[in-house]
């Protein structure tokens, strides 16, 4: 029996130190455990003006529990409070340009270190549009030993946004959108859940979007390159209809799991091929 027991005893360590040793090399593989890969969420959405990603990243912020960081939401709510960057801010949107990238890295960089639900992960919208945004992110979360597990591009034809965005409305406070077609309100110009007044944005009208996609394509375009090079690009249709663009982020997160949980089990097949 005290032979059985020690047995017993020994073989218990040595399973104890594999499953400890699959851990860390799941965790090289994907920079977390691979639990971690599907319930915290560190992703962005790339998509010229009107692709969508106002409309699908509050979804991923439900699903994932996460903070949903938007810089256009952010430098409006400088314009709406006035303030001498909001200010300047407004006369760059208007025209349909960027503003510069060390505000919009500082604003995110203030987002991650002090919002509190940016502790379950992230999802970036409208950030990064420029390759230098993009470099500071990189570094940002190098510094927090952190990496990005999707960069998804929603990809659409120029010629169906000009609908998307002129008939679009926005409540201010919330940031929720609506359309005047595709997606109406309940009441007319009434956002649904507070009953406050709807308004359009005031670079919201065709003359504007034509310089937004301009830039969109000159200074975006390379980010996306930039992600293809990194391994995490994905690519969903966003020309589909609001739930067919959500399945199709859902596969990819889907599709990232059962990834994981493979290179979890192909760890333990390769073990058990051994003996
Ligand atoms: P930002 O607010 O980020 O605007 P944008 O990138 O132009 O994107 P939009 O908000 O217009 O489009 P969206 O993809 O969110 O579409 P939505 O889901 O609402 O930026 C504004 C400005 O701020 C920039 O131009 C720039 O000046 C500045 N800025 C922001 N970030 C910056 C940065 N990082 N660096 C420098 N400057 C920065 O959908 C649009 C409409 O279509 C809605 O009405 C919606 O209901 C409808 N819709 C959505 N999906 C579908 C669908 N599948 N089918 C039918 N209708 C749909």
Redesign the pocket.
Known sequence: MGYLDEEVKRLQSIIDSIEGRVRDLETKQFGSSSKKTTDEIRML?I???????????PKIKEKFNCCHL????M??SQVAKKTTLGRE?KK??DQ??????D??IGMIKEELDNNPECKGGFIL??????VP?AEGLDAMLKSRNQTLQHAVE?QIDDALLVA??T????HPASGR???TA??PPKVAMTDDITGEPLVQ?S??NAEALKK?LA??HKQTTPVVSYYKNTGIWKAVD?????G??WNSLLAIFDNDKAKAEAAGSGILNKLAGRS
């Open positions: 959405l998509g010229p003006p009107g692709a969508g990603k106002g409309t699908q990243a938007a810089t256009g939401d430098l409006r801010a760059i949107m349909g340009g960027l503003v510069s990238d505000i919009v919208d409208g950030f990064p549009r420029t945004q929603l998307r965005i008939g679009r409305l926005v959108s609506y359309h595709f997606n944005r670079d919201d937004r830039t969109y966003a020309s589909q209809e609001p067919q663009v």
